[in-house]
């Protein structure tokens, strides 16, 4: 097994040579040796650069490594020496702002005229300044009382849409035998229709409350948080006979942390400061689908 990390710019234009150069100069400075080629990704539409380094770099310094690599419009992501991308048996992702461009419930939320009482504790939550998922959960459903449910299919019709790349990711996936999870603290009425749409293997998520047409401001059942996200996806590696590091995982908000930490690859999407921290790889500028050039 090689001892060495390798580090991935992933970008939609061609990578000059100048962010290699940068990269080595920064490298040097934290004493240590990265090498590695520009070359362009095929048949993908992404253009791709490896480096190659025989020590992991720590949360600062890979942020700062980001960094640059931004300046160069590419995305970075840092592979553990132990990954094998052919074990990959498991996809596993969250919905809301990951998946989709929407946070659901305070669209759901905006039809009523709350959407900012509900968006500032969904914020909250998201960077991890409300640590109890469940009770903000709660919180933000019971603002929803007397919503006609009808509204929740107007937000999936007017507003919901899936992010770039997401279709490409799915498809890919599958082909390649992955089993594909989507875990939501979101809704059910969400997922199980992105299940038809886009082929995942098995869906889990918050089922609200309706009685006589209208939204009672409750949930049903056990809430999907952050221990049930991990939980459901361990799950789904035992039913494919492997471990969590052959896993991939994305997200966005601190309630996907659990899920993230341990698998095989972590990527945040377009995600809060604390999660880009802590994941493998972070997408700002590429598409869900540049996840299959991690993983080919």
């Known amino acids: 097994m090689s001892s060495h990390f390798t580090l991935v710019a992933i970008a939609n234009n061609p990578i000059p040579n100048e962010l290699s150069t940068a990269l080595m100069e920064r490298a040097k400075v934290l004493g240590i040796e990265i090498t590695g080629d520009v070359e362009e990704s095929k048949p993908s539409k992404y253009f791709t650069a490896r480096w190659t380094c025989v020590k992991a770099l720590a949360s600062e310094a890979r942020m700062t490594m980001r960094d640059i690599a ?8 840092f592979l553990s020496a132990g990954y094998k991308p052919d074990e990959v048996k498991v996809l596993a992702m969250d919905m809301d702002s990951t998946l989709i461009n929407i946070e659901c419930i305070d669209e759901i939320a905006d039809f009523t005229g709350k959407k900012a009482a509900v968006s500032e504790i969904t914020e909250a939550t998201m960077r991890g300044e409300i640590r109890d998922f469940k009770e903000s959960l709660r919180r933000r459903v019971a603002l929803l009382s007397g919503v006609s449910a009808d509204v929740l299919a107007s937000v999936y019709k007017e507003r919901l849409r899936p992010n770039p790349g997401a ?4 498809t890919g996936a599958n082909i390649s035998g992955l089993y594909t999870l989507l875990v939501s603290g979101g809704f059910t009425f969400f997922t199980e229709k992105l299940q038809k749409e886009l082929g995942f293997k098995q869906t889990q998520a918050n089922t609200l409350e309706i009685i006589d047409g209208k939204l009672t401001g409750k949930v049903i059942g056990d809430i999907v948080d952050g221990a049930a996200k991990n939980s459901y996806l361990e799950q789904a590696c035992v039913l494919m006979n492997c471990h969590k590091k052959n896993s991939i995982t ?25 999660v880009k921290e802590k994941a493998d790889a972070a997408f700002d500028r590429v598409g869900l689908d540049a996840a299959l050039l991690l993983i080919a």
């Open 250 to 274: 994305i997200g966005d908000g601190s309630n996907d942390l659990l899920m993230m930490h341990g698998s095989g690859i972590s990527i945040a999407y377009k995600a809060k400061p604390i």
């Open 70 to 77: 931004g300046k160069y419009d590419a995305d970075l992501a």
């Open 167 to 170: 279709a490409e990711l799915l």
